[in-house]
């Protein structure tokens, strides 16, 4: 009789093997630009915001593909504090479909030992969305997988404004503030900083995303929309980061 194991990989283990990814060198916290929305939509000749529904199922799909692989923290930017400028239907719809998410993904993602959480001044979001927002939070606030964050109505310049505003509130005299002082006032100052970020379509910047925090973070831009990306594009970004070498600021051979 022969002995079958019980004890069930995630499928996505045996893929990034496969890839040539070392699963013990995982990056601890990977964070998103999830770009090329419109555009992609532009090509197909959509609305926009059908571009942005496209997003939301590549999400879903990137989640699980993180949590599978062993990812302790992901964060994505699901909407920029300068998103407000676009046209109002657009922002709307964008509010709508974070909300319509949240609200949808959250039995599942508690099934799946996610913990949800934000990054930005959500006080100023609309109601709705705040609700389901702060409903997911505390829901999964005891869940020991993935932490997955959505930035939303974030600024990595306002988080700063925010955090200077605080140890100044806080009544830290001058002369005892330094890096630290700074890191432990950001929003998710427990948080390990993000140590690969991972942009699509193909825009060389950072946007005002984790500027902080992503100071000695690798970056990586592929030309792949956010729509088309999928869980292959991800290892594929992992694997990169896997063939980088970090150096903070030191010399590769540099004796200890
Ligand atoms: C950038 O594409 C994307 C956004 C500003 C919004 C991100 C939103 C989603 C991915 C929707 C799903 C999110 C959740 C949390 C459910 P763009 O509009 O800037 O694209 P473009 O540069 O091609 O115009």
Redesign the pocket.
């Known amino acids: 009789m022969s002995i079958v194991s019980s004890s069930k990989e995630f499928p996505i283990l045996a893929q990034a093997r496969a890839q040539g990814i070392d699963l013990g060198a995982l990056p601890h916290h990977v964070a998103i630009?999830?770009?090329?929305?419109?555009?992609?939509?532009?090509r197909k000749g959509l609305a926009?915001l059908l571009?942005?529904?496209e997003?939301?199922m590549?999400?879903k799909k990137v989640i699980r593909a993180a949590s599978d692989l062993g990812i302790k923290y992901l964060t994505?930017?699901?909407?920029?504090a300068e998103?407000w400028r676009?046209p109002e239907d657009?922002v709307a719809g964008?509010m709508k479909?974070?909300e319509?998410?949240?609200r949808e993904e959250l039995q599942n993602m508690h099934k799946n030992n996610v913990r949800i959480n934000v990054a930005g001044r959500i006080e100023e979001v609309p109601a709705g969305l705040r609700d389901a927002l702060l409903h997911g939070i505390e829901t999964t606030a005891a869940n020991t997988g993935i932490t997955f964050t959505?930035a939303?109505n974030y600024g990595g310049r306002a988080e700063i404004v925010d955090a200077v505003k605080a140890i100044v509130t806080s009544g830290v005299p001058a002369d005892q503030i330094d890096e630290s002082t700074i890191s432990n006032h950001l929003y998710n100052a427990a948080q390990p900083e993000p140590d690969l970020m991972v942009r699509t379509?193909g825009?060389m910047r950072w946007s005002n995303f984790l500027i902080w925090q992503s100071a000695y973070c690798e970056l990586h831009v592929t030309n792949v929309?956010?729509p088309e990306f999928t869980e292959v594009d991800f290892l594929e970004a992992v694997k990169v980061f896997q063939q980088r070498t970090r150096k903070f600021g030191t010399v590769v051979d540099q004796p200890q």
Do not use: C, P, Q
């Open positions: 630009i999830m770009d090329g929305n419109g555009r992609w939509a532009k926009r571009g942005h529904r997003g939301y590549t999400l994505v930017y699901a909407f920029s998103n676009r657009e964008i479909l974070i319509k998410a949240t959505l939303v379509a825009e929309t956010w």
